[in-house]
Structure formats: C-alpha cells, structure tokens
C-alpha cells in the first residue's frame, strides 16, 4: 500500500509536469488518476483474495483428509483427492468460458488449487499403498504434473508452482544419492524457460533465474563437500556462470527479449556476489583440481564467444565487453593466481573496486538503476572490507566499530550525493528516486 501511494504520488507530480509541457491533456489527468487508482487496488485485492482462498482450500483438504485418515476407506480418500482435484479444473473451465481474459485471477487460481491436490495425492499414495521409490521421485513427478499443466491450459500459476518445486526436487536427489550432480534439474527448466517467453511472463523470468540461482548454490555446496573442491573454485565457476548469464542477457534474440531485463540484472548481481565470496574464502587456497579446469575453461569460452556476439550485435559497447571478458578471464586464473601467492587476493580488491565502477558506468549509459545502484552498493562494501583489513587491525574492537560506523554513514552520504548528481545530469530532471 505504501509503495502504490508513492506511485501515485509520483504519477501525479508527472501528470502535472507534463501537462506543462504540453504532453498530456490536462483536461484527461482526472480520468487519468481515477484508472490508475481504482483498477489496480481492486485487481491486486482480488488477486490476494483468491490466492488466500486457495491457500486455505487446500489447508483444509490436508485437515480433512488428516482428521479422518483412520477412519476413511481408500476408495473415500482416493475419491476425494482427485474428486477435489477435477473439481478444481472444472471450475477453471467454467471461469474461462464464462469469463474469457477478463478475470484469469480465478481460472489461474483453480488451477493452483487442482495442481496442488495433485501434489497431496502423490504423497498420500505413496504411503497408503507403501509404493517403493525415493522422495525426489515424488516431487519430480508433481513438478511434472504442474508443467504439463501449465503447458495445457496455459497458466502462470501452474508454471510458477513448477519452478519453485524443481530446486526442492534437485536437493532431495542430491541429498539421496550425493555421488553424481543433479544435471536433470536443466531439462524441464529449460522447458519451463520456453513456457515463460512464449507467455511474455517477465515476473516468470525473475523466478526462473532465482531457481537457477538456487540450484546453482546447491550444486556450489555439493561440489566443495563432495568433490572436494575448494571456495575460491565453486565461487569461480558460479562468477562464471553468471557472467554468461548476463551477457547472454544481452544477445538480440526473440527467444530472450523476455529475460533481457531479469537476465542482466540477477546475472550482474550474482557476479559480483560471486567475486565478493571468492574474496572471503581466500584463506581456502590449493592447487585447482584438473576437473575445475575444465568447467571453469568451458563456462569462460561459452561467455567469451556470447560477449563477442553481443558486441558484434552492438548491444554491447566496446567497453562492456572489454570489461565482461576481463572479468571472466581474471575469475578463471584467480584460484591459481591464489595458489601461488595468497597476497594476490588485492589483486581481486583492486578487480572488484574496477567492477563496481563499471557497473555505475554501464548503469548510467543504459540507464539502467538496478546497475548504478549495485556498483555503488559494492563500492562502499569494498572500502568497508579494506578498511576493516587494514586500519580494523591495529585497533581495539570498539574503536573499529565506531570509526566503521562513522566510514559508513560518511559513505552513504558521499555516495548518494555523488549519485543524485550523476543520475540528475544523465535525466536532465531532479527526480532521482
């Protein structure tokens, strides 16, 4: 609610701006305010309302069928799980006919409801009929349930609930049989990536990275316990993977037009998170392994070639690909470099320092915020870590967390003027927000 009155602060504060200007018809500004104040509140109420109908729905199913457990036949439990579970897609086909387009809010959330009954009778079979298998293997089909769906019918909600169960259903495989990666997980979300763009679902595109984030986090902490791989290694190779990621964000493409925006910035952030954590595992320094060569030499040419397309597509200038392939070639070698001399990670402080001023840089040219403010963001988390190095170990405890404290508050002011006046010359306008 906050953010929506904000919103509609700022929308009439530019109304009036540009009814000066000439853009805008004054006469229309009402008409305007009342659309963006009505249809939006009331189509976000109803979309919570539903969702939170379905939550509870399928709450008291789980109870229901709990409370009774003992007492029901099979035949009664297995009726009432795909009776609920049918019923629920009926409903969707009724809003639909009866409804079209206009409010997809309750077909969507039906079909939530029905894929997740679906979910509940997998479970419950499983124990009433004691059928052998793995945990993951239930989740695997679920997810598959709620894909198909998604692919039917189509539905958002459906999809939504798919990618979130695939990173679930990768840690239980990795959790039940820890020897071998769990590379499956790319199969359906590259389906479920196909599904998003042919939806033009750009929320769907954030959610689909943040899982391929999650299961590449995973996938980060299987390595170093099971591969014995060390920090700097999977944090390498996590730079690297997300490197490519964001300058696949930049290839001119239709199938990535939806995932441009989600693709750079998740890419970006994951980056530099990556490089900030290769810095604080720098005491975990060996010899690489043979096998982190080979991937890390693997992800470095996928994204160099993908920097060079981008380049020659000119959606990347000079200096940014310059920039990308620098950092991708620096984050390769870094674990030997590291190896060799452990005095070498200010060479990363120096590199990442570069980075965040890179990123205000490509930031203000595209003006993109996102970009700005994480290079602003990693600049004064890079002079806190240098200072707390440094000056933070000839003094006592307390005077280092107040002179911290002081650098900052110092920090955030100095950074924040020095942004409001970029971001005021790059607009031409003083609003900075």
């Known amino acids: 609610m906050i953010l929506r009155q904000a919103y509609l602060r700022r929308l009439r504060d530019d109304l009036d701006r540009w009814a000066q200007k000439g853009l805008v018809d004054p006469a229309r500004i009402p008409a305007i305010l009342k659309e963006a104040e009505g249809s939006g509140s009331e189509r976000g109420l109803t979309s919570i309302l539903a969702v939170l109908g379905v939550i ?54 039906a079909i939530l409801l029905a894929v997740s009954l679906f979910g509940v009778a997998i479970m419950l079979i499983g124990q009433m009929y004691h059928v052998g298998g793995e945990y993951s293997g239930g989740l695997m089909l679920w997810m598959a349930g709620a894909l198909v769906t998604a692919w039917l019918a189509p539905s958002r909600a459906a999809l939504a609930l798919a990618i979130i169960l695939a990173p679930a259903w990768s840690l239980a495989a990795l959790m039940e049989n820890p020897a071998s990666l769990h590379w499956q997980f790319v199969i359906p979300m590259s389906l479920a ?74 890419g970006l952030l994951a980056a530099l998170g990556s490089g900030v954590l290769m810095l604080l595992a720098s005491e975990d320094a060996q010899a690489p392994l043979t096998e982190y060569l080979v991937v890390a030499l693997i992800f470095t040419g996928a994204a160099v070639a993908t920097i060079v397309m981008g380049h020659q597509a000119r959606r990347l200038t000079y200096l940014d690909a310059t920039a990308l392939a620098a950092m991708a070639f620096f984050t390769l070698a870094y674990p030997y470099l ?23 840089s490509y930031g203000m040219r595209t003006h993109d915020r996102f970009s700005t403010n994480l290079g602003f ?37 100095g950074i924040a003027r020095v942004r409001r006046q970029m971001l005021t010359g790059s607009t031409g306008t003083g609003d900075v927000s």
């Open 338 to 360: 590291l190896a060799a001399a452990s005095a070498v990670e200010w060479l990363l402080v120096i590199a990442l320092f570069a980075a965040a001023i890179w990123a205000v």
């Open 56 to 109: 509870l729905l399928g709450f008291a199913a789980m109870s229901f069928v709990a409370a009774n457990w003992g007492e029901m036949s099979k035949l009664a439990k297995l009726l009432i799980l795909f009776g609920g579970m049918w019923a629920s897609l009926g409903v969707a086909i009724w809003q639909v006919r009866a409804n079209g387009t206009e409010h997809p809010i309750y077909a969507e959330a």
């Open 193 to 266: 990536g196909l599904l998003v763009a042919e939806m033009g679902w750009r929320a769907g595109a954030h959610l689909l990275l943040i899982a391929w984030g999650v299961w590449a986090a995973i996938t980060g902490v299987w390595l170093v316990g099971e591969r014995e791989w060390t920090g700097p290694e999977a944090f390498a190779v996590g730079a690297l993977f997300a490197i490519l990621v964001t300058a696949k964000g930049h290839l001119p493409l239709r199938l990535i037009a939806p995932f441009e925006d989600a693709m750079i910035h998740w």
């Open 377 to 413: 963001v990693l600049f004064a988390g890079m002079a806190l870590y240098v200072y707390l190095r440094t000056v933070g170990t000839l003094l006592d405890t307390s005077l280092v967390f107040i002179i911290g404290g002081l650098l900052l508050i110092g920090l955030s002011i």
